[in-house]
Each structure stands twice: as structure tokens, then as C-alpha cells.
């Protein structure tokens, strides 16, 4: 059974930094892209960034973070995380990490969410003063 867990979502004021974690179990890490999305209140699903398996070497970022978050994968943990720094109130959403074995391989960026096949259950990030 797949499953992918996010953790170290939280509260934290405008500049400032959050690290979030995505476990994954079940899977053998190093063959899959890691993707990382967000959906804000009322808002739909928007993708963040991504990382491609290990052989491919490639990230994206949405342009609206890029320059401020940075994806990076543990294969031996299995995990990946996403650093984001410089936060920003429009960056408040519940964040998603989600693996699939083919997309953000080909420098097409996450190609949006809905063909990842696995998901995490989200952890809720808040920017605030």
C-alpha cells in the first residue's frame, strides 16, 4: 500500500521559513517524481514544483515561487521536502505532495495534478502577522 505523508505545515509570519517533508512507503522513492501542489480556500489546486526521479535531474517551479522555494529529494529516507523562505500571505494553502513514475521526467513541469497517482493528505500552511 502507497502512502505518502507531509509533515511541518504551520503558522509562521510574512518572510519568514517552513520545511515541509513527504514521506513516502511503499514505493521504491528513487523511480518516482515528486510533485508538490496547492489549494487555497476557495481556490483550485495549483501546482508548486516538482522534481524528477533521480536519473532525469530536473526541477520546475511555478513562477510564483520560484526563486523562493527549493525541492529536493532523500532518496535513501525516502522522502522529499520543499524549503520555502520568504513567505508570503498568498502562499497560505493546504499543500499537497503527490508521486508519479513518468510525469516531470520530459521538462514539461508537473503537467498539472489530476495524472499523479499518489497523494499525500496535505498539510495546512499559514502566513500571517
Known amino acids: 500500500q502507497v502512502q505518502l505523508v507531509e509533515l511541518g505545515g504551520g503558522l509562521v509570519q510574512p518572510g519568514g521559513s517552513l520545511r515541509l517533508s513527504c514521506a513516502a512507503s511503499?514505493?521504491?522513492?528513487?523511480?518516482?517524481?515528486i510533485g508538490w501542489f496547492r489549494q487555497a480556500p476557495g481556490k483550485e489546486r495549483e501546482d508548486v514544483s516538482c522534481?524528477?526521479?533521480?536519473?532525469?535531474?530536473?526541477?520546475y517551479y511555478a513562477p510564483s515561487v520560484s526563486g523562493r522555494f527549493t525541492i529536493s529529494r532523500d532518496d535513501a529516507k525516502s522522502t522529499a521536502f520543499l524549503q520555502m523562505a520568504n513567505l508570503k500571505p498568498e502562499d497560505t494553502a493546504v499543500y499537497y505532495c503527490?508521486?508519479?513514475?513518468?510525469?516531470?521526467?520530459?521538462?514539461?513541469?508537473?503537467?498539472?495534478?489530476?495524472?499523479?497517482?499518489?497523494w499525500g493528505q496535505g498539510t495546512q500552511v499559514t502566513v500571517s502577522s
Open positions: 511503499g514505493i521504491t522513492l528513487e523511480h518516482y517524481s
Open positions: 503527490a508521486a508519479d513514475l513518468f510525469l516531470c521526467n520530459s521538462g514539461r513541469g508537473t503537467e498539472g495534478s489530476s495524472r499523479w497517482d499518489y
Open positions: 522534481i524528477s526521479s533521480t536519473s532525469h535531474s530536473y526541477t
